[in-house]
């Protein structure tokens, strides 16, 4: 770990990615709410949109020797490609430490039983709600509260390292303890969240999104609270050590996503394609003027004098998607960035 801690530390002065999050897919049987990829209905199923098997390898092939060490692949839904598990063990036999996010639609025993044998490092189920109904609402989608109950039974009974992810938004708000307690009662750490994102045609889910500073307040204290010591944070610290004592953004910086159709963007919520693995080199991307750009800008100038610059970040991505321009800010961010910075403070006074 110590060793581990000083690569990570010259990673951030060096920027040198060491994280990479690959979406196999845009296709997805879902229809959640806060999804920020926010495509039309009939995008989400065509197959015809997706990398081949053998272009997904050559893009691993050069993401691999980038000197990364950790891969969280996601979609759309991984599982939908029929390669999933073929590109899955790909990764893995790289020497990658590789987690996979899945919304358990169609994890079987037989499928847990070869991840588990792959030795991935965890599987993340997104469950939003511990009732069904609320749980469908968000998805958008009939029954996937079941499914998602039985991809986590089968998981834990192959013995597969499974986490959950809740996103926290109005509809769900009053089930935090609820949602807490269902992941302890089944034995699965929790990973909460409240950071909705604007999709990436810069729509904000303004059913899901919490807006009110006054409302927004108690939300982030109970999940900051738990996050503090629950293992599902501690995992996400070890996946990704850029975690810090702020919330600046690594990405294209130490992180990078490569979206389905092969371009590298700074993370997946935000379009910003800065150059496709498909025919270029990962080293004539990653300092091709267009990622610089994004790596080493600059705080908005609205936020000069404000009592957080020094540690805060406005979300690139959310600013981007709503006013195009990923230098400036908006007042969403700004209260959110204030209010995790006051509860980060109690919080450590508190240890």
């Given amino acids: 770990m110590e060793i581990f801690t000083k690569y990570t530390k010259s990673a951030l002065k060096k920027r040198q990615p060491i994280y990479a999050t690959l979406e196999l897919t845009q296709n997805c049987n879902f229809s959640c709410m806060h999804c920020y990829l926010g495509l039309p209905e009939t995008n989400r199923k065509d197959e015809?949109?997706?990398?081949?098997?053998?272009?997904?390898?050559?893009?691993?092939?050069?993401?691999?020797?980038?000197?990364?060490?950790?891969?969280?692949?996601?979609?759309?839904?991984?599982?939908?490609?029929?390669?999933?598990?073929?590109?899955?063990?790909?990764?893995?036999?790289?020497g990658l430490i590789v987690s996979v996010f899945s919304n358990g639609s169609f994890i079987t025993h037989d499928i847990a039983l070869k991840l588990k044998k792959m030795k991935i490092f965890c599987i993340a189920y997104s469950l939003h709600s511990p009732t069904p109904e609320i749980q469908d609402k968000i998805s958008g989608t009939d029954g996937s509260y079941d499914k998602i109950l039985s991809a986590i039974k089968i998981s834990k009974e192959v013995g597969l390292h499974t986490i959950l992810k809740a996103s926290i938004g109005k509809i769900n708000l009053h089930q935090i303890d609820e949602l807490i307690k269902f992941a302890?009662?089944?034995?699965?750490?929790?990973?909460?969240?409240?950071?909705?994102?604007?999709?990436?045609?810069?729509?904000?889910?303004?059913?899901?999104?919490?807006?009110?500073r006054k409302e927004l307040s108690p939300v982030i204290k109970k999940v900051m609270n738990y996050n503090k010591n629950n293992q599902a944070q501690e995992a996400c610290k070890s996946m990704d050590?850029?975690?810090?004592?702020?919330?600046?953004?690594?990405?294209?910086f130490t992180a990078f996503c490569v979206e389905s159709d092969?371009?590298?963007?700074?993370?997946?919520g935000i379009d910003y394609k800065v150059g496709s693995l498909l025919i270029e080199d990962f080293d004539d991307i990653w300092y091709n003027d267009k990622a610089m750009a994004f790596a080493c800008r600059k705080m908005p100038e609205m936020c000069a004098g404000c009592e957080i610059e020094d540690i805060c970040s406005p979300c690139p991505a959310y600013s981007l998607n709503?006013?195009?321009?990923?230098?400036?800010?908006?007042?969403?961010?700004?209260?959110?960035?204030?209010?995790?910075?006051y509860v980060h403070k109690k919080l450590k006074k508190q240890d």
């Fill in 48 to 94: 015809n949109i997706d990398l081949s098997t053998e272009e997904w390898k050559k893009i691993i092939d050069k993401v691999a020797a980038t000197g990364i060490f950790f891969v969280v692949l996601t979609g759309g839904e991984v599982f939908l490609r029929s390669d999933a598990l073929e590109l899955i063990e790909y990764i893995v036999n790289k």
């Fill in 184 to 212: 302890d009662d089944m034995d699965v750490p929790l990973e909460l969240g409240f950071m909705t994102l604007a999709d990436r045609f810069g729509n904000v889910p303004l059913d899901f999104q919490i807006t009110d």
């Fill in 241 to 252: 050590p850029v975690f810090k004592d702020n919330f600046r953004c690594s990405g294209l």
């Fill in 262 to 268: 092969g371009f590298i963007t700074p993370c997946p």
């Fill in 322 to 341: 709503t006013v195009g321009d990923f230098n400036k800010t908006q007042d969403f961010i700004c209260n959110l960035n204030k209010e995790l910075h």
